[in-house]
């Protein structure tokens, strides 16, 4: 039986986050689908026809993943020879694994058998209509279970070429822990006690699919502390003020002693602590202007210097995907840096006020 993992976390991984009962409130227009999507590993690309008239809504639920980063530094996380290798379930934070905040679970779309190359939904036992971000490529004719199993297995995609990576990936040796981790593939593993990226089999995956039009709007139910689950020592607070039209935000540091000037810094001096930013709302997202400041240290009196003209240091463009999740897309000149940097909750004590505002 085919089925997505878990979501309890085995002790021996810290922060495997639980799923959320979250609302699945963005569509995709299926004028604007792409017909393939591309996933990079370290044993080389796999690519994918998607299956858009045969299961539209399945394929819909893959593109949200994609374009909103939730499959950002995932990996595949098991591998049955002969049978599927399976990914979509877990991001990688260090050395540890961190289940994928879902969006809610999508209706069956069975139509397409499951034979060897094509990409399936995982699902939960017993119940069909329970798909949401676990995808599998079936590496045989599986057709005679999984087309009469859980209602059958809905088949979104085909790969057209790449079939060779992923027989590789299903001949690599497996890392065996009791539980979700028991058919983990891994690549040059020694037996040390931590697996890193070089261990695993990163998955990159991307879509030429416009980005999917959003029904959600952004709320003070959003206001709180938000942080990128890849990184430590640094985070967000996020304030939305809904009756001027605006949001901002606060991109901080909080080592507690400040570093020496010869010090490595990703964003500004190595001795700044706040680089802050306000755009105005629009829907769920927001281009902002970004300024820095320095100083203000909180256990000494210090001088507070900021960005002349304010606003002048770049662009951060904020989306919130729900209630739970969002990314960062930040451009700074001034420093030479652009990247992208998947957000979420510090704590989950304003989700139900979010999605009360949002439902209004």
């Known amino acids: 039986m085919l089925k997505a993992n878990p979501r309890k976390s085995p002790k021996a991984f810290r922060n495997l986050l639980a799923a959320l009962g979250l609302a699945a409130l963005l569509a995709v227009p299926l004028t604007t689908m792409a017909d393939t999507a591309l996933i990079e590993t370290p044993l080389g690309d796999i690519e994918i026809e998607l299956l858009t008239e045969d299961a539209p809504n399945t394929v819909a639920n893959f593109l949200n993943y994609v374009q909103n980063y939730k499959y950002y530094n995932s990996f595949i996380h098991r591998s049955v020879p002969g049978f599927v290798i399976q990914g979509g379930g877990f991001t990688l934070n260090g050395t540890q694994p961190m ?16 034979t060897r190359g094509t990409v399936a939904m995982a699902k939960v036992a017993g119940n069909p209509d329970s798909a949401r971000s676990q995808w599998f490529i079936n590496l045989g004719d599986n057709s005679a ?51 890193t990226e070089a261990n695993l089999v990163m998955t990159d995956v991307s879509s030429e699919a416009e980005p999917p039009a959003s029904t959600f709007v952004m709320n003070p139910g959003l206001n ?13 607070f996020i304030t939305v003020f809904p009756d001027l039209g605006v949001v901002s935000l606060a991109w901080f540091t909080y080592d507690t002693e400040l570093p020496a000037d010869e010090s490595a810094a990703n964003l500004g001096s190595p001795g700044h602590r706040w680089m802050t930013a306000l755009g105005a709302i629009n829907g769920n997202t927001s281009v902002m202007n970004i300024e820095f400041a320095s100083g203000g240290l909180f256990d000494e009196a210090s001088e507070i210097t900021r960005t002349d003209p304010p606003g002048s240091d770049g662009t951060i463009t904020l989306t919130f995907a729900d209630c739970s999740s969002g990314t960062i897309e930040y451009d700074i000149p001034s420093i030479n840096r652009q990247g992208i940097v998947p957000i979420q909750r510090v704590a989950t004590d304003n989700v139900a006020l979010c999605e009360t505002l949002s439902a209004q």
Do not use: C, H
């Open 224 to 236: 709180d502390g938000w942080y990128n689950p890849a990184t430590s020592g640094q985070g967000f």
């Open 99 to 114: 289940g994928i905040i879902p969006f809610d679970p999508i209706d069956n779309e069975f139509k397409v058998s499951n």
């Open 145 to 195: 279970t999984l087309d009469i199993d859980n209602g059958g297995y809905t088949v979104f995609g085909r790969v057209t070429q790449g079939m060779d990576v992923v027989d590789a990936i299903s001949q690599l040796p497996r890392f065996g822990l009791p539980g979700t981790f028991e058919d983990m593939p891994v690549i040059n593993y020694d037996g040390a006690p931590f697996l």
